[in-house]
């Protein structure tokens, strides 16, 4: 009876020492009590022997995984016959996930597709036992029990004694088209022999060292100056990178001095681009606001362009957006504007207008005299439209500080006005007073400079300022450019894309 196991699939486990062992049962001694694996894995790894014989003592647990069908016991345990090729089923025991062994079946066919029994294709199929078997199977059990009483050990047959109530033989359940496809690509992917895998692990280390990575490299740059295709760069290149502000396009060199005045200026200053601006006489100054009046450029059109650089300028020391809002009317700025009785004061009280008309608190002092200059009437005339406050004392103007202050109180000719005792009264108020001072088209002279400015705000071309006018920014008021070439000057618009723009001295 002991010949009905033979081809059965076990896992035998011998302990720690010796490891789990899987086959296939090639023979049972029942006097030496022996049991004999062919072609045998050993922890999930072929051995290299054809066969394995086991005692009674070295098995600690006996596990059956497969019972082979009536008439394949003598196929599978015939392991020359599957050798050689003949027609039939062979089976062979593979290494599964859990180190306990799974049956794969598969013809031995060349031209036969390869079968390999999914896990889920196990679970639907039903296992009966034929009377036969149950006979072989309850001389079995009496042998393993005769085993298990005395060396002391247990087995487990969980494959086929919950399926020994059926009657009939073996007949797998059929799964459906879309599992037979799922089936066929599996074999195709996984149906290699286990046979052909080679047992030596792959050398990355000696076939990376093969690679000769700088010799490729010099030969895709070689290929690429052949070809005269575009190179893609060596570590050792730097891309050219550029600037949000600057061109990528070639284009000519940069002139950096294009404005040129007859006359050797005595100072030069330059913008934030490297622009060179050369300072000019105050003789050449006038005689370009001459001409330019001459052909249009009247006196009003020049005072309203003035104000309205010069309130641009104001607003933006004051605070720009952030301090005039809505939501700011609790810090409404205040401003102190000093005028003379001159064109410069008619410069003055044009931007004092627009600073009103932008909600900036406005204080203008003029003082009085019995005949004024007819663009000085006009401009107040409009001034006194707005929310602006007029004084003509010191004593009405602000005892706290404000927040800018605007000299318009010197002039280019009328020198006598710094000893009258209204001038030198607001100079000293503007002296004592802690705020900040922009001076509009204020002289050459330092001797004449009362107050002492931190922004001067120069016209057209600057003037050649000392150092107590402090940061001096220039303004367009629309000269012509064939004005200033009609006066000698080969002139180049500094400005760009702005009306005021700061200089600095070189």
């Known amino acids: 009876m002991a010949t009905d196991w033979l081809g059965s699939i076990v896992s035998i ?48 647990e006996l596990k059956i995984l497969e019972i082979p069908g009536p ?57 009966v036992i034929s009377p036969q078997q149950q006979c072989s199977k309850s001389y079995m059990d009496r042998h393993m029990e ?31 088209l879309k599992n037979g496809q799922m089936k066929s690509k599996d074999d195709e992917c996984f149906g290699d022999d286990i046979d052909e895998i080679p047992d030596t692990d792959f050398d990355f280390e000696g076939n990376l060292a093969l690679f000769d990575k700088a010799a490729v490299f010099e030969e895709i740059e070689t290929y690429e100056r052949r070809s005269g295709t575009r ?61 330019a009046e001459k052909h249009g450029l009247t006196l009003e059109r020049r005072l309203e362009m003035t104000g309205v650089c010069a ?31 001159h064109v410069k004061g008619a410069q003055g009280i044009s931007c004092g207008r627009h600073l009103s008309n ?4 406005v204080i203008l002092f003029l003082p009085n005299f019995v005949k004024m200059l007819e663009s000085i009437t006009n401009e107040l005339n409009l001034f006194s439209k707005t929310q602006g406050q007029q004084v003509s004392s010191v004593k009405d103007l602000p005892d706290t ?12 000719e009328n020198a006598f006005l710094r000893d009258q005792p209204w001038y030198k009264a607001v100079v000293d108020w503007a002296n004592q007073n802690r705020a900040p001072v922009l001076s509009i088209d204020p002289p050459i002279s330092e001797m004449e400079l009362g107050i002492d400015a931190k ?9 050649p300022l000392g150092e107590r006018a402090g940061r001096v920014y220039l303004c367009d008021i629309g000269i012509p450019q064939k004005v200033f070439q009609e006066v000698g000057i080969n002139y180049h618009s500094p400005f760009g894309c702005k009306f005021v723009i700061p200089l600095h001295s070189t």
């Open 231 to 291: 190179s893609r760069g060596t570590p050792n290149e730097k891309p050219a990178r550029y600037r949000h502000d600057e061109n990528i396009l070639e284009s000519e060199p940069i002139v950096y001095r294009r404005i040129v005045v007859p006359q050797n200026p005595n100072k030069e200053f330059c913008t934030d681009s490297g622009l060179v601006v050369p300072s000019v006489s105050y003789e050449l100054h006038k005689k370009l606001l001459s001409v």
């Open 146 to 176: 005769t085993l298990t009483q005395s060396k002391g050990f247990r087995r487990r047959h969980n494959s086929w004694s919950s399926s020994s109530r059926h009657p009939n033989q073996v007949t797998p359940k059929k799964s459906g």
């Open 401 to 412: 500080p404000v927040d800018l202050v605007i000299n318009c109180l010197d002039c280019h």
């Open 71 to 127: 008439g394949d016991s003598r196929q599978c345990g015939d392991s020359q016959q599957m050798e050689t090729g003949i027609p039939g089923v062979g089976c062979q025991v593979g290494p599964s996930q859990n180190g306990t062994g799974k049956a794969l079946k598969k013809p031995m066919s060349s031209s036969a597709p390869q079968n390999i029994p999914r896990r889920t294709d196990m679970k639907n199929q039903d296992i």
């Open 13 to 60: 486990n011998c302990g720690e020492s010796l490891g789990v062992y899987q086959g296939r049962v090639s023979a049972v001694d029942q006097v030496s009590q022996t049991i004999s694996l062919t072609r045998p894995f050993h922890n999930g790894v072929k051995c290299l022997v054809p066969e394995v014989t086991f005692r009674a003592g070295d098995i600690t």
């Open 311 to 341: 309130s641009q300028m104001a607003l933006s020391l004051l605070g720009g957006p952030n301090r005039l809002n809505p939501k700011n009317v609790h810090q409404r700025p205040t401003v102190a504007l000093l005028c003379g009785p």
């Open 358 to 361: 932008h909600d900036v608190h």
């Open 455 to 463: 922004w001067s705000l120069a016209l057209g071309l600057p003037l």
